[in-house]
């Protein structure tokens, strides 16, 4: 089971870390990627981090803003998301699976949190 939290409102500019705890999965051995859907529009994967050799990705919206790590010892992956957009206002979710082939691809998951809201005012 994984659970996904901390959204919330925040200014333009501003800074939220969100965090996916897992109780079941020992997140070091899996894919663990964050995705989200704002309102209207598909769901979109956002960042991944793989298991074996920790590489991670990001997609070009969030390049350099989010940073996707992990604490082995709190089994929890984060994303430090810096420089919020209004445009980046929508639910996250993070999702883990033992491998992928297309880190991106939300049907390659089968384990999901639940959302959780961030809303970036102007």
């Known amino acids: 089971q994984l659970q996904a939290f901390g959204g919330g409102l925040v200014q333009a500019g501003g800074s939220l870390r969100l965090s996916c705890a897992a109780s079941?999965?020992?997140?070091?051995?899996?894919?663990v990627a964050w995705f989200r859907q704002a309102p209207g529009k598909e769901r979109e994967g956002i960042a991944y981090?793989?298991?074996?050799?920790?590489?991670?990705y990001y997609a070009g919206s969030v390049k350099g803003r989010f940073t996707i790590s992990r604490d082995n010892a709190k089994n929890t992956v984060y994303l430090q998301m810096n420089g919020l957009k209004p445009e980046d206002t929508a639910l996250y979710y993070c999702?883990?699976?033992?491998?992928?082939?297309?880190?991106?691809?939300?049907?390659?998951?089968?384990?999901w949190g639940q959302g959780t809201l961030v809303t970036v005012s102007s």
């Open positions: 999702a883990t699976e033992i491998d992928v082939l297309r880190p991106f691809e939300s049907h390659e998951y089968h384990y």
């Open positions: 079941e999965f020992t997140l070091n051995y899996y894919y």
């Open positions: 981090r793989s298991s074996i050799g920790s590489t991670t």
